[in-house]
């Protein structure tokens, strides 16, 4: 936080399932104040905004791998904002689309850029995996037009370069048509990306090709350097 302390938020518990428990740490007291958000959560985002706000999006609300359906089904649309003045969770405004396991990067606007995971139809409630991403705006506190990516992408990797645009790297790619038939998660088609996109922010932002990785990866740490 901007204050030098640290929140942790949600994440599977020891019952092995989404918890809403959150923490405050303090490395100044070494003291650590628990908190709990509006809702349980696991492979959810969370940003720090530049108004000292923690933006957290998304997420699973349950995790149960022997019902993957139900896990996928379980994927949230809401999100919260936590204030650090009062330590408390505030509702915040909902996503266009349910998302999990997506990325969430603060831009130079003071924006956040929420991108890819894995996401639902609309009515339907069919799991895919999104190629769209909503620029947040926490001045308006509405998230904005989608965007597109040019791959639908899961656990990729995102970071804010010093030229104020948005790297987006790598990630999984899942085929669910079998699965989805018959229910049998060996029947999942899992690709891995090596491709990159850039994306430029803007009330018109838009994606293009940032060449490719030498191999495909996905869940990789990424960080910007000096220069």
């Known amino acids: 936080l901007a204050d030098g302390r640290v929140l942790f938020t949600g994440g599977l518990a020891t019952s092995g399932q989404p918890t809403s428990a959150a923490a405050l740490f303090d490395p100044t007291s070494g003291t650590t104040q628990v908190l709990a958000m509006q809702h349980a959560r696991a492979g959810h985002g969370a940003t720090l905004l530049t108004n ?3 933006l957290i ?6 995790f149960d791998l022997t019902d993957p359906l139900a896990l996928l089904q379980g ?6 904002l936590f204030e650090p003045a009062s330590s408390s969770f505030l509702t915040g405004p909902n996503l266009l689309e349910a998302r999990a396991l997506h990325t969430s990067t603060a831009v130079s606007s003071g924006n ?3 991108a890819g ?3 639902l139809l609309p009515i339907v409630n069919i799991p895919i995996v999104s190629a769209t991403a909503y620029e947040y705006s926490a001045t308006l506190n509405t998230f904005g037009f989608p965007r597109f990516m040019g791959q639908a992408r ?3 990797s995102a970071v804010r370069l010093a030229n104020g645009k948005v790297l987006v790297v790598g990630g999984l790619g ?3 048509t079998a699965f989805l038939a018959s229910g049998d998660l060996t029947q999942l088609g899992v690709s891995t990306h090596a491709d990159g996109e850039l994306y430029t922010p803007g009330l018109f932002g838009s994606f293009a090709s940032a060449g490719a990785l030498g191999e495909g990866r996905a869940g990789a740490g990424i960080a910007a350097l000096p220069g």
């Open 52 to 54: 000292g706000r923690v």
């Open 57 to 62: 999006t998304g997420g699973f609300a349950s």
């Open 75 to 80: 994927i949230q649309n809401t999100t919260e």
């Open 112 to 114: 956040v850029l929420i």
């Open 117 to 119: 995971g894995l996401s």
């Open 154 to 156: 899961l656990l990729h």
């Open 174 to 176: 899942l085929d669910l």
